[in-house]
């Protein structure tokens, strides 16, 4: 017991005096990086983002299949990323571009058990974070995108610890919060530090940076309903309808998280917990069966 607690004092240490630009962690695709970036300028024409995401034809073939999946159920195939965003709209190609990314981010990692669930749970997060978007003023497809970009800092660690973080996660039993403080055991920082980190690196827009790093704070009681806030209860919804991020999470009720929700959104997003388990279960397995 004592020689792992001096192993992991010793890895915190290394860890916390490492620059974190020293960590070699795999690129994320370029395509995504782009895409997320180009989003948020309006002057941006869409011909150059299907360029773009062109560029790389094993990247446009995988967003091709996704926009043609049972998720979207397009009346006639898209043949290209041109037609996809005709008929899919931008802002919608952009999600499928960051599912595509953080899939390709993961790589191998995503063989490991661990990794799977948490793949899960971010693209849980993101399909209530969608759902629940429609209920209030936010952008559906941003939603979606944050949602499967808000735990990518997991998918950091994951990837400078495989071993060691795929066995935290399968073997904590606790709250999101007691996780965070185990990963700072382990590795000097937590899940939201390392994607804060990452979302700078890679230049992301500040709302996303907002989203990965805020996801675990307590709710803003009275405050403006925005997109961070919307990431922390749909986070906390898909932990508690069976899509935690690690199997010994201890999620909230779902009941009790409805109630945490602003006034309007609470009257407008009527779904029961297996109502909405069925159908992540279901979009889930359109985007797991490409
Ligand atoms: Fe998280
Ligand atoms: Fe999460």
Known sequence: MESVR???????GQAAAMPWAYLRLPPFPQVAIRVLQLAHDENV??????ELIAS?????????????????APRYPATSILQAVTV???????????TVGVRAYLGKAMSRPAMRTLWKHNLACAIVAQRLAQAGNIDKDTAFTAGVLHDVGRMGLALIQPAAYAALLEKH???????????????????????RQLVGEWKLPDELESVVAQHHEARR?????????????????????GFAAFPGCQAMPFGALLEELPAREHGLFHVDAETLKEEVVESILAIESM
């Open 6 to 12: 001096v192993e992991l004092d010793q890895r915190r």
């Open 45 to 50: 024409q869409l011909y150059h983002l299907c």
């Open 56 to 72: 790389d034809p094993a990247f446009a073939s995988e967003v091709l299949t996704i926009a043609n999946s049972v998720l979207y």
């Open 88 to 98: 899919l709209g931008a802002n919608t190609l952009q999600g499928m571009c960051v």
């Open 173 to 195: 039993q606790g709250t999101a919060e007691t996780m965070l403080d185990a990963e700072r055991v382990l590795f000097g920082w937590d899940h939201c530090e390392t994607g």
């Open 221 to 241: 009681t009275g405050g403006a309903w925005d997109l961070a806030e919307l990431i922390k209860v749909s986070c906390a919804l898909a932990s508690s309808i």
